[in-house]
């Protein structure tokens, strides 16, 4: 079965100060059965290692080591203590122009470091409107996931663009559509296509958390904002548990 998953993308957001939040949670969560994970900057990663919850970074470069100021490696990365790094998440896609030949190189990058690689996929607005989405998904999956990838090392994340941070949600059929076809996709390419984690992100919060949750195929989500605040997580974490 999918192992599920409540992440957490800080984005350029998080101070030491902000540490605190994750022990609120870690009181609350210590002990839980789901996979926690936190994605917090590269400068926090290292504070992170004393807590009970997975941590990865939010990108990684494709070469071990080099001439690539202010870039992270993944072996950089995990040498700080993260497990996860996120790759081809759409505002580096938008922001920084990632192709998703560059994603797939970056996520197996983050295989050679040991890391788990998660994937993030997803349709604009424009691309919703002209009835591309599962087109955009297909070429996406078949072009940004390697081929070694597996459900050990690699999770993915269902972003549509025109849902993170603004407040609009597909529908839940919508949503069931998209992970539906993401799987059968998996499916058809790997073996071990029906273990790899769906999560789905864009605009979770408390409280729509638990009906995106209850639609099939999705195993966890990839919160932004929300993730800030261990009072706005918590319910979020708390709906994957009863899921």
């Known amino acids: 079965m999918p192992r599920k998953i409540a992440a957490g993308n800080w984005k350029m957001n998080g101070m030491q100060s902000s540490l605190s939040e994750l022990r609120i949670l870690e009181d609350k969560h210590g002990d839980a059965d789901i996979a926690i994970l936190i994605c917090p900057p590269f400068t926090l990663i290292s504070a992170c290692e004393d807590t009970p919850f ?3 970074g939010q990108d990684c470069h494709t070469a071990e080591a080099g001439a690539h100021t202010g870039d992270i490696s993944a072996e950089m990365l995990a040498d700080a203590g993260a497990s ?17 030949a560059l994603v797939a190189a970056k996520s197996q990058a983050a295989y050679d470091a040991g890391l788990i690689a998660v994937i993030c996929i997803g349709e604009t607005l424009e691309e919703r409107e002209a009835g591309q989405t599962l087109d955009v998904i297909d070429q996406q999956l078949s072009d940004s996931v390697p081929q070694s990838a597996d459900a050990l090392t690699t999770v993915i994340a269902y972003e549509p663009v025109w849902a993170i941070g603004t407040g609009k949600v597909p529908t839940t059929e919508q949503i069931a559509q998209v992970h539906a076809h993401i799987r059968t996709r998996l499916q058809s390419r790997f073996d071990d296509g029906a273990e790899f984690s769906l999560l789905y992100g864009g605009s979770v919060k408390g409280s729509n958390a638990a009906d ?4 099939p195929n999705v195993d966890g989500a990839l919160v932004g904002g ?13 709906a994957l548990e009863s899921a």
Not at 84 to 100: F, P
């Open 212 to 215: 995106i949750f209850a639609v």
């Open 54 to 56: 997975d941590i990865g």
């Open 84 to 100: 996860y790094v996120l790759t081809g998440h759409s505002e580096r896609r938008t922001d920084h122009g990632e192709t998703d």
């Open 226 to 238: 929300a993730s800030l605040k261990a009072a706005d997580f918590s319910p979020i974490i708390a």
